[in-house]
């Protein structure tokens, strides 16, 4: 029995080299991750089959009791014979791996094979090979391979398919003392080597499926990361500065000796080899790019040739062209250059792919980001293009009424009036504009108002000359001081006069705009939705204090802080802070659609 043991380890140690040889095949890696279909499926009832075939020429030939090892290769079988082989072993792991098909397939293939060879166990072996390859196969459907309990299960699984084995062969063979002999002889050695060499065929298709989740799981990584950093720059759409900065990251982090970004024309950016001939902001220089644009599919060239770069020495022999596709229309293409086809794997391919989805989702994402910006955009910018009918009217009733009394504060009135819609315009075209035009604005308004009402306001200006000229986003100041004079001092005594403060100087690295009134106040229940929410206004929209607020929440985040402070009877105090680095906001704007 140990002799049998020992013989039948060194033929199993056959098929595990042959397992082992068919894992390194990319092919054979996609079917075990049930990547196939029929053709592959009838690959597999081949593969096993064979398997059971070459076990059934390998086997060791029992004849009366005796183990006969003057042959190597099995032929026809004497009547008094048998063979002690593993051939239920790769039936049975064709079955588990396959399905029901596979393994009725190869147990068929394998158990006709061995029939033919003859012997008095031959229709018994026959029978249980087509039988475990069923049995198998529809285990094989429930069973989960990927895990440390499928593994023990399918060892377990193979042992109890050699000992129906066993059984079929005392129930069909005959004379019944000789089988039961030969069961006596060989049972033990074949349920524990095809134990065994279930056991190994499973750890290595196992290290196979964990290599490729490993793999799969750093390319994920790496893509993820990779977006992560290119995301900033995306944002600014797909534009030559960002698109540099993008593929000077993807060259950085992958295997490519070159990666270039186009849009529908032109090459936005080329980093890396043939730089000299890819050259930027010029037309499409590969065929290969066009076609991907036009097919909107990914493709891979495989030389120069196919490259069909116009260039004779160009040194790129291996490209992937990624079409990027906004909405499902392709916008342009990421492509990635080798100098040898062997970088070209599939490891990269794979990468490769995965980022022009990736970058293709950022730049839907930018896009939707641009058109709500738009939108928040085009709804502030109508409000800070109204004007107040009742205003225009009374500013042009005061000026007609000074026409027959005093023209020359008419006509300066005509100014200032014009002063007020220039600004108004010129406000609702940009985001940022300096301090000293808003404060033109506030005095353009003032100037209009006081002629209407003489000595009933004072205003007084507490500015920091050197602040003059930084840049603050437009209708800051302005409305708050409307507010004040529109809404502070509905009845004033004879003789009072209504003051408000316009304040504006530095703090701890933040510009600080304080306007302040000596006005009626504000009732604690209003103060609380004053910049929070819309407000209904029988004398206006009443949307101002929201408007401003929501401008410094869009443009500076929550770096910006703007409060109220009032208090019935002693007046009301707004406080706007915003970060001093206004450079940082003004390069911001300056370089997007939204100072247009």
Known sequence: MIDLLLLMLERVGLLIIVAFLLSRMHSFRQILHNEYGWKEKLLLVLLFGGFGVISNYTGIVIQENNLILSQVWQ????????????????????????GPLVGFGAGLIAGLHRWTIG?????????????????????GKRLNKQTNKGIW???????????????????????????????????????IVNGFGMLVFMLIFQTILQE?????????????????????????GLNADSCKNVAEIILALTNANAVAITDHHQVLAHVGLAGDHHLTQKKLSTKLTQKAIDQGRILKAYSSEQIECYNPNCPLQAAIVIPLQVHKKTIGTLKLYFTKISQMDKIEQELSEGLGKLISTQLELAEAEIQSKLLKDAEIKALQAQVHPHFL???????????????????????KLAAFFRRNLQGARQMLIPLEKE????????????????????????????IKKVFIPPFTIQPIVENAIRHAFPKLDPG????????????????????????KGISQELLSKLGNQEIDSAQGTGNAIYNIKQRMKEIYGEEAVFSIESQRGLGTKVIIRIPMDTKKWRDQYADSIYSR
């Open 75 to 98: 032929g026809d079988l004497g009547a008094e014979s048998a063979i002690a082989n593993t051939r239920i072993m790769g039936v049975a792991i064709g079955g588990l791996f396959g």
């Open 119 to 139: 012997g008095f166990t031959d229709v018994a072996c026959a029978i249980s090979t087509i039988l475990s390859g069923i049995v198998t196969g529809l285990i």
């Open 153 to 191: 299960l399918v060892v377990i699984i193979g042992i109890l398919m050699e000992c129906v084995q066993m059984g079929i062969i005392l129930m069909v063979a005959k004379p019944f003392t000789a089988a039961l002999q030969l069961v006596q002889i060989i049972s033990l050695p074949m349920i």
């Open 212 to 236: 490729e989740e490993r793999m799969r799981a750093l390319q994920t990584n790496k893509a993820l990361y990779i977006a992560d950093q290119t995301l900033p720059f995306f944002r600014k």
């Open 393 to 415: 009217f009374n500013a042009i009733n005061t000026i007609s009424a000074l026409c027959r009394t005093d023209a020359e504060k008419a006509r300066y009135l005509l100014i």
């Open 439 to 466: 404060l033109e604005h506030v005095e353009a308004y003032l100037s209009l108002e006081e002629a209407r009402y003489p000595d009933k306001y004072q205003i007084e200006y507490q500015i920091e000359p050197a």
């Open 496 to 519: 009072q006069k209504g003051c408000v403060t316009i304040r504006a100087f530095t703090e701890n690295k933040e510009m600080v705009f304080i306007t302040e009134d000596n006005g």
